[in-house]
């Protein structure tokens, strides 16, 4: 039985996705829980599933384009199925006899220039017999769209430019026809030379090579909503940062103790496991403020931020303070693998209490991170590297880490900030105390 699929609603805020990308194409056999496209939305980018095995029959919304929630993006069907009470006329592709709108301009592409299309594009073309080279692309860096396929019109034939008063010579009106060129557009005055097209080309390429100096690309839904949060924060939470060095070396050795357990970790699961035992004993810095109001959460949610290609997520550890540390280190692998492919449950990416925000791995030495709200704080984490110090009267080289804590200034004053930080140094060079 035909299988309509509809744009999934992934969250109680979410009313629109976009169809970022297709997995498989019209025509291609399915199996029930099988990728079938991806969806873009203000805060993530989730991987769909077929919800029933088949022939994907019909692809009803293109790549890039967004749609309502619960709207139909797509067919799912026997091969032999009649799904045309199902398919609708919206979004669909002309047949061969529809007639197509004209460009613009005919499209130009010199010989060895990339061709750049979408696999929808790629299969309208062939199935109306179009020459997908012949197409001017709209899309990013002029990819071909299937909107673009279904407007073109082909340019008039030699004999037809002729008679509407454009000569050329028997070579330039072949180049011409080859490559779709109309010759109203070389601007000759008389007839028209082959060398005429070819200088008409070269001064393409240049006015090609001068604008690819620039390139304007729309935002993202997750880049739009990263965009509105940060601006948000920065409005709403007057905020201090608080620099402070650490001395990692007792963390090193406990690192290497528990190798020797068996028992391996990162410095990020270690963190979010004393940052959670340091926010027991500062519930002011594991609140919200809404109306005026401070809400104290008796729970500590890690947010754990995960760079992605096209963003930043920020994922929870729930219950952090309760957890061991291989039960977190567990589920911060878990919830990284599942951000990067796309799978990222939205109830992991609500609810969180404070955030940690790991720059190391790039040798930042210090930041000023942005609080995540409804948060009032956050903590940077930045490069270990080995620093002359003083101990003892004496100079010596220690694994130095600075971690900088951001906070909003309207419930956390300095000296609250400023503890909280020097908690968090000590329980990180004494590990011990988290046995006290």
Not at 315 to 342: F, H, Y
Not at 379 to 405: C, F, H, K, Q, Y
Request: glycine share 8%.
């Amino acid at each position: 039985m035909a299988k309509v699929v509809v744009m999934p609603k992934l969250g109680l805020t979410m009313t629109e996705g976009t169809l970022s990308a297709w997995k498989k194409k019209e025509g291609d056999a399915v199996k029930e829980g099988e990728a079938l496209f991806e969806v873009e939305t203000d805060k993530l980018t989730n991987t769909i599933e077929a919800p029933a095995s088949g022939v994907l029959r019909r692809i009803i919304v293109a790549e890039g384009r967004t749609v309502p929630c619960l709207e139909p993006v797509a067919v799912i069907a026997a091969a032999d199925e009649d799904i045309s009470g199902l398919t609708g006329t919206a979004q669909t592709a002309p047949t061969a006899a529809e007639p197509v709108q004209a460009p613009a301009a005919a499209a130009v592409r010199t010989p060895g220039e990339r061709l750049i299309a979408s696999p929808a594009a790629k299969k309208l073309a062939k199935e109306l017999g179009i020459d997908i080279a012949l197409v001017r692309g709209t899309g990013p860096k002029g990819r071909v769209t299937e909107e673009d396929v279904k407007n073109y019109k082909p340019a008039a034939p030699a004999a037809e430019q002729e008679e509407s008063g454009t000569k050329a010579s028997p070579l330039a009106a072949k180049i011409a026809a080859d490559i779709g060129l109309d010759l109203n557009e070389v601007g000759s005055r008389g007839r028209v030379l082959a060398e005429d097209i070819l200088k008409y080309l070269e001064g393409t390429r240049e006015k090609a090579a001068e604008v690819a100096r620039e390139e304007i690309v729309a935002m993202s839904g997750m880049r739009k909503a990263i965009a509105k949060n940060m601006l948000n924060s920065h409005m709403t939470s007057p905020t201090v940062t608080f620099n402070l060095s650490v001395d990692m070396s007792a963390m090193k050795h406990y690192r290497e103790q528990l190798k020797g357990q068996d028992i391996k970790v990162s410095y990020t699961d270690l963190l979010v496991k004393f940052v959670a035992r340091a926010l027991t004993e500062f519930p002011l810095l594991n609140c919200s403020v809404e109306d005026n109001k401070i809400i104290y959460k008796h729970y500590v949610n890690m947010g754990v931020a995960v760079a992605l290609d096209n963003g930043l997520v920020v994922p929870n550890v729930t219950d952090a303070d309760k957890k061991s540390l291989t039960e977190i280190s567990a589920e911060l692998k878990e919830l990284a693998k599942l951000a990067r492919e796309g799978g990222l449950p939205m109830e992991k990416l609500r609810g969180g209490t404070f955030t940690i925000t790991n720059l190391g791995m790039y040798g930042i030495e210090s930041f000023s991170p942005i609080i995540n709200q409804p948060e009032v704080a956050i903590l940077g984490v930045t490069t270990m590297e080995d620093r002359a110090v003083v101990r003892n009267g004496e100079i010596v080289i220690r694994p130095m880490m600075t971690l900088s804590l951001t906070a909003d200034h309207r419930v956390a004053d300095g000296s609250v900030a400023a503890s909280f930080l020097q908690r968090i140094k000590c329980l990180l060079e004494n590990p011990a105390l988290m046995l006290a």
